[in-house]
Protein backbone atom coordinates (compact mmCIF):
# COMPACT_ATOMS: atom_id res chain seq x y z
CA UNK A 1 0.00 0.00 0.00
CA UNK A 2 1.06 3.80 0.16
CA UNK A 3 3.41 4.60 2.76
CA UNK A 4 5.24 7.90 3.82
CA UNK A 5 8.90 7.95 5.61
CA UNK A 6 10.22 4.44 4.48
CA UNK A 7 12.94 4.43 7.34
CA UNK A 8 13.41 4.81 10.70
CA UNK A 9 16.43 7.05 11.05
CA UNK A 10 17.73 8.29 14.54
CA UNK A 11 19.23 11.38 14.55
CA UNK A 12 21.28 12.96 17.69
CA UNK A 13 22.34 16.61 17.72
CA UNK A 14 24.23 18.65 20.18
CA UNK A 15 21.60 20.97 22.08
CA UNK A 16 22.02 24.21 20.28
CA UNK A 17 22.00 23.02 17.41
CA UNK A 18 19.82 22.95 14.28
CA UNK A 19 17.62 19.69 13.15
CA UNK A 20 16.51 18.91 10.25
CA UNK A 21 14.52 15.80 9.78
CA UNK A 22 13.69 14.31 6.33
CA UNK A 23 10.63 12.20 5.23
CA UNK A 24 10.11 10.65 1.60
CA UNK A 25 5.95 10.49 0.77
CA UNK A 26 4.91 8.17 -2.31
CA UNK A 27 1.17 9.32 -3.04
CA UNK A 28 2.31 12.32 -5.60
CA UNK A 29 -1.65 13.06 -5.70
CA UNK A 30 -1.53 14.10 -1.50
CA UNK A 31 -2.13 17.95 -1.12
CA UNK A 32 -1.67 18.34 2.77
CA UNK A 33 1.38 17.12 4.81
CA UNK A 34 1.76 17.30 8.65
CA UNK A 35 4.27 16.61 11.30
CA UNK A 36 4.04 15.27 14.47
CA UNK A 37 6.10 14.78 17.21
CA UNK A 38 5.61 11.78 20.34
CA UNK A 39 6.79 11.75 23.30
CA UNK A 40 7.14 8.38 24.99
CA UNK A 41 3.47 6.74 25.86
CA UNK A 42 1.75 9.38 24.49
CA UNK A 43 -0.27 10.42 21.77
CA UNK A 44 1.39 12.30 18.63
CA UNK A 45 1.03 16.12 19.05
CA UNK A 46 0.57 18.67 16.33
CA UNK A 47 3.83 20.68 15.00
CA UNK A 48 3.29 22.31 11.89
CA UNK A 49 1.53 21.20 8.61
CA UNK A 50 1.97 22.21 5.08
CA UNK A 51 -0.51 22.43 1.77
CA UNK A 52 0.81 21.66 -1.48
CA UNK A 53 0.61 25.32 -2.87
CA UNK A 54 3.05 25.65 -0.67
CA UNK A 55 6.76 24.77 -0.47
CA UNK A 56 7.88 26.58 3.19
CA UNK A 57 5.80 27.13 6.03
CA UNK A 58 7.38 28.72 9.28
CA UNK A 59 6.40 28.18 12.65
CA UNK A 60 8.22 29.09 16.34
CA UNK A 61 11.71 27.54 15.91
CA UNK A 62 10.15 24.91 13.38
CA UNK A 63 9.90 25.51 9.60
CA UNK A 64 8.97 23.00 6.68
CA UNK A 65 9.87 22.65 3.45
CA UNK A 66 8.47 20.65 0.90
CA UNK A 67 9.57 19.59 -2.42
CA UNK A 68 6.82 18.14 -4.76
CA UNK A 69 9.15 17.08 -7.05
CA UNK A 70 11.19 15.00 -5.74
CA UNK A 71 8.23 13.99 -3.13
CA UNK A 72 10.03 15.14 0.01
CA UNK A 73 9.47 16.60 3.44
CA UNK A 74 11.89 18.52 5.87
CA UNK A 75 11.07 19.47 9.28
CA UNK A 76 13.94 21.71 10.71
CA UNK A 77 13.94 22.55 14.08
CA UNK A 78 16.18 25.91 15.69
CA UNK A 79 17.96 26.09 18.29
CA UNK A 80 17.29 22.14 19.43
CA UNK A 81 16.75 21.81 22.87
CA UNK A 82 16.55 18.84 25.37
CA UNK A 83 12.31 19.10 25.75
CA UNK A 84 12.14 18.53 21.65
CA UNK A 85 13.61 14.99 22.12
CA UNK A 86 10.86 12.51 20.95
CA UNK A 87 10.16 10.51 17.76
CA UNK A 88 8.78 12.80 14.79
CA UNK A 89 6.03 11.85 12.08
CA UNK A 90 5.80 12.79 8.87
CA UNK A 91 2.42 12.02 7.39
CA UNK A 92 0.15 13.27 4.22
CA UNK A 93 -3.75 13.14 3.67
CA UNK A 94 -4.56 10.29 1.07
CA UNK A 95 -7.89 9.68 -0.12
CA UNK A 96 -9.46 13.05 0.90
CA UNK A 97 -9.80 12.58 5.10
CA UNK A 98 -7.32 9.46 5.87
CA UNK A 99 -3.65 10.56 7.20
CA UNK A 100 -0.80 8.43 7.01
CA UNK A 101 1.99 8.29 8.70
CA UNK A 102 5.51 7.94 7.80
CA UNK A 103 8.01 5.52 9.68
CA UNK A 104 9.37 7.96 12.08
CA UNK A 105 12.79 9.75 12.96
CA UNK A 106 13.77 9.54 16.77
CA UNK A 107 15.28 12.50 18.02
CA UNK A 108 18.29 12.51 21.03
CA UNK A 109 19.54 16.03 22.18
CA UNK A 110 22.59 15.78 24.03
CA UNK A 111 22.81 18.64 26.93
CA UNK B 1 -7.58 24.01 21.88
CA UNK B 2 -9.15 20.56 20.52
CA UNK B 3 -9.24 17.54 23.35
CA UNK B 4 -9.37 13.97 22.51
CA UNK B 5 -9.82 11.70 25.91
CA UNK B 6 -8.83 7.85 25.50
CA UNK B 7 -9.91 5.60 28.50
CA UNK B 8 -8.36 4.01 29.88
CA UNK B 9 -4.86 4.59 29.19
CA UNK B 10 -3.27 0.94 29.77
CA UNK B 11 -5.55 -2.45 30.24
CA UNK B 12 -3.97 -6.04 31.37
CA UNK B 13 -6.01 -8.87 30.31
CA UNK B 14 -6.56 -12.50 29.89
CA UNK B 15 -6.28 -14.40 26.48
CA UNK B 16 -9.98 -15.03 25.16
CA UNK B 17 -11.35 -11.62 26.76
CA UNK B 18 -12.94 -8.47 25.42
CA UNK B 19 -11.59 -5.16 25.80
CA UNK B 20 -13.31 -1.86 25.16
CA UNK B 21 -11.69 1.03 24.79
CA UNK B 22 -13.41 4.67 24.98
CA UNK B 23 -12.54 7.80 22.82
CA UNK B 24 -13.94 10.77 23.53
CA UNK B 25 -13.63 14.81 22.03
CA UNK B 26 -13.84 16.88 24.54
CA UNK B 27 -14.88 20.80 23.36
CA UNK B 28 -15.71 19.50 20.17
CA UNK B 29 -17.99 17.40 18.05
CA UNK B 30 -16.26 14.63 15.65
CA UNK B 31 -18.26 12.91 13.33
CA UNK B 32 -15.51 11.19 12.00
CA UNK B 33 -13.13 9.36 14.32
CA UNK B 34 -9.67 7.07 13.70
CA UNK B 35 -8.36 4.55 15.37
CA UNK B 36 -4.43 4.10 14.86
CA UNK B 37 -2.35 0.73 16.58
CA UNK B 38 1.19 0.82 16.82
CA UNK B 39 3.71 -1.65 17.59
CA UNK B 40 7.20 -0.74 19.68
CA UNK B 41 9.66 1.60 17.86
CA UNK B 42 6.98 1.32 14.54
CA UNK B 43 5.20 4.04 13.21
CA UNK B 44 0.98 4.20 13.57
CA UNK B 45 -1.02 2.33 11.27
CA UNK B 46 -4.61 3.18 10.12
CA UNK B 47 -6.83 0.44 11.50
CA UNK B 48 -9.71 1.89 10.90
CA UNK B 49 -11.96 5.17 10.46
CA UNK B 50 -15.12 5.77 12.62
CA UNK B 51 -18.32 7.31 11.27
CA UNK B 52 -20.97 8.99 13.38
CA UNK B 53 -24.36 6.84 12.90
CA UNK B 54 -22.65 4.62 10.73
CA UNK B 55 -20.24 1.38 10.20
CA UNK B 56 -16.83 1.80 10.40
CA UNK B 57 -14.63 1.34 7.64
CA UNK B 58 -11.68 -0.58 7.76
CA UNK B 59 -8.45 -0.47 6.34
CA UNK B 60 -7.18 -3.52 4.07
CA UNK B 61 -6.25 -6.77 6.67
CA UNK B 62 -7.95 -5.51 10.01
CA UNK B 63 -10.76 -7.76 10.77
CA UNK B 64 -14.39 -6.02 11.92
CA UNK B 65 -15.23 -8.47 13.20
CA UNK B 66 -11.89 -8.57 16.03
CA UNK B 67 -12.11 -4.74 16.20
CA UNK B 68 -15.66 -3.89 16.83
CA UNK B 69 -16.34 -0.04 16.27
CA UNK B 70 -19.06 1.93 17.54
CA UNK B 71 -19.57 6.21 17.28
CA UNK B 72 -22.80 6.82 18.59
CA UNK B 73 -22.28 10.15 19.27
CA UNK B 74 -20.94 13.17 17.98
CA UNK B 75 -18.09 13.18 21.23
CA UNK B 76 -17.69 9.36 21.47
CA UNK B 77 -16.26 6.52 19.45
CA UNK B 78 -15.57 3.12 21.11
CA UNK B 79 -13.27 0.10 20.11
CA UNK B 80 -13.72 -3.38 21.35
CA UNK B 81 -10.69 -6.09 20.93
CA UNK B 82 -13.01 -9.00 20.80
CA UNK B 83 -11.19 -12.48 21.85
CA UNK B 84 -8.37 -10.89 22.25
CA UNK B 85 -5.45 -12.83 21.86
CA UNK B 86 -1.26 -11.87 23.00
CA UNK B 87 -0.52 -10.70 19.65
CA UNK B 88 -3.39 -7.75 20.09
CA UNK B 89 -1.22 -6.67 22.36
CA UNK B 90 0.05 -2.75 21.37
CA UNK B 91 -0.81 0.89 21.48
CA UNK B 92 -3.90 1.73 20.42
CA UNK B 93 -4.59 5.48 19.68
CA UNK B 94 -7.93 7.47 18.70
CA UNK B 95 -7.82 10.65 16.88
CA UNK B 96 -10.29 13.36 15.58
CA UNK B 97 -10.15 16.71 13.64
CA UNK B 98 -12.44 19.39 14.35
CA UNK B 99 -15.27 19.21 11.72
CA UNK B 100 -14.25 20.30 8.74
CA UNK B 101 -15.14 23.48 6.30
CA UNK B 102 -17.21 22.49 3.61
CA UNK B 103 -15.21 20.63 0.83
CA UNK B 104 -11.39 20.48 2.73
CA UNK B 105 -10.18 18.17 4.84
CA UNK B 106 -6.98 19.73 5.48
CA UNK B 107 -6.76 20.30 9.16
CA UNK B 108 -4.20 18.51 11.51
CA UNK B 109 -5.62 15.41 13.58
CA UNK B 110 -5.84 15.67 17.15
CA UNK B 111 -5.09 12.45 19.06
CA UNK B 112 -5.89 10.87 22.18
CA UNK B 113 -2.72 9.57 24.43
CA UNK B 114 -3.33 6.18 23.63
CA UNK B 115 -4.39 3.07 25.96
CA UNK B 116 -1.97 0.18 25.93
CA UNK B 117 -2.92 -3.10 26.03
CA UNK B 118 -1.68 -6.12 27.25
CA UNK B 119 -2.89 -9.59 26.50
CA UNK B 120 -1.55 -12.39 29.00
Known amino acids: GESVGLHLPTLSVQEGDNSIINCAYS??????FIWYKQESGKGPQFIIDIRSNMDKRQGQRVTVLLNKTVKHLSLQIAATQPGDSAVYFC??????????FGAGTRLFVKA | GAVVSQHPSWVICKSGTSVKIECRSL??????MFWYRQFPKQSLMLMATSNEGSKATYEQGVEKDKFLINHASLTLSTLTVTSAHPEDSSFYICSARENPGQGTYNSPLHFGNGTRLTVT
Open chain 2, 27 to 32: DFQATT
Open chain 1, 91 to 100: AENTGGFKTI
Open chain 1, 27 to 32: NSASDY
